[in-house]
């Protein structure tokens, strides 16, 4: 049986041109470009919690890789470099070539450059990924930048991982065609880097949508000290998902479902021109579906990040507010 | 019970002055220091691989940034952010606050910023870390830099954490003074910061005892293409130790223990006179025990790490070649 060291030069380690150093030494090395930011971000994947062992390796490569890039994309930085820790029960090489595909199959599409990482046998596959992007100082789009009056801006379509998902766990039906459209968006998304990158001074904040639309628009609510209206018939669905608009747990999919990775921003009214060009220019569907408002005083000072989001968002349905059973994905809930 | 947010925000959200934006965004944003490179590393910590969960929350905390700082020690690198992922079956407060005390402990003491990480919920205790220090171009003291002739150094002592491990085991009798002494050489071992910084400019290659002194060695050899003598009654033992420098299972300890965390290093002879007077300033025992040789023909070409390191170094006991049972810790070795 081939060792560690064999198993990481085999498939993980790839030419890094930009790199001073790449993997082999106790640190890489990297000479930042002069006179911008970095953004760095990490995502641990744990085998039952994040991805089902038997979703195929290249699957999960890819999206080991994806969720972390779409963190890039949410802050509107530009992929460089990532690091990759992975922890397999045993060195299963059949395993390690198809997740390399997966995971430098993205990666290199994106320009990253794998500049580190650990292996190590552990009794849960486990991937831990860190990456570093580049963003011009002050040009970041962070989750405290909304402005009362913004737009409320989403990209793609939601709900259809989270539909894929209780599809495949029985709990809602969909016919073999709207599964088909639903379950890529589950195993390979596609992180919106392109759009994270044009709307660099068009958008105020943005977030991407991981713990589901409502969580993660009340992280920038929170952050900002706003609130929001959401027009839930304004909420973009995918072919597959709008024959079933009405099924509430469809509604709770597009809600509180995560996994999309879609981006929500908001932008001041006088971009709108702007960013209908960059959806046309992106072939990525854009749309607005709410607004920024001050917050009342209620909401202020509330303990809780949940707590104050909730009193903080509202979302309509037809002009009728929607009451929400839960908003998004916590590791640690009750 | 709190939810994730709630225990991320009490434990693991610190003050990150030096940062543009720290824990709560999607990307933490850092402005380099102009002309600096950055050195990266990422280590990942296993239950009942890399530690016991017996072994103390704040222990396990302490551990996991000093074998990340111990990489930066290794490269010369001054230490400036981390971020943290954790696994954890159970959102357990008070293995979290015993955590956060070990981990910030170290972290603080080196001036290391925590800018981000992720939590979740996971079977197995899994923790990974990357960390992030700067080094001046072409400073930083790197595996493939030693130079035929140069002197082989160690700082500290060898084998005392391997020892106290085998103490635990039962394949190795230490006296109660002993194992007093060893313990926390493996439960909280001290990264060499101030050493690798000192030796910047000074020593031509640098690696951190992690796997073992002669796997480590081996690594430097082979990235440098050059071979080694060592003399192994020159390595520098413990007060502990060495009474029990015959043992063969101390020798294994001193030759292949991993965990030590003390530095190797390669510097030219004409260097032993600062390399002296940094040990004093320091207050660390710093031990010239070997040479690097020229690499013979024979040793070149080699295919393997291990094979091509175990022809090029020599261990030599008052003259005569020593053999070596295992030549360090392969994770996925057979």
Redesign the interface.
Known sequence: ???????IAKYFSRPTPHA??GV?????????T?DM????????L?A???FMPSDGPGTIGHKAMAVNL???A??G?RPR?A?????LPE?DEKFLQGFAGGFFGLAQKHGVEV??????????L?I?V?I??E?P?GQ?L???AAQAGDDIWVSGTLGDAAAALAHHQGKLRLETGQAVQCFPRLFVPSPRIELGLALRRIAHA???VSDGFAADLGHILE?SYVGADVWFEQLPLSDALLPLRDNPAVQDCVLAGGDDYELVFTAPVDKREQIESIGKKLDLRLTRAGQVTPLSLEGRGVK???EAADKAMRILHHGQPMLLDRSGF?????
């Open positions: 049986m081939p060792g560690e060291f064999d198993l001073v150093l082999g030494d106790d640190c890489a090395l990297i000479k930042p002069p930011e970095l953004a760095i971000s990490t995502d641990m744990i039952g919690r994040h779409s963190d890039l949410a802050m930085a470099y690091l990759l820790s992975i922890a060195a500049i580190g990482g650990d292996t190590t046998r552990g009794g849960l486990t831990s860190t570093i992007g963003v100082p970041a962070r989750r405290d943005c977030i991407d952050r809780g990040e949940g916590d590791h640690f809930g009750p």
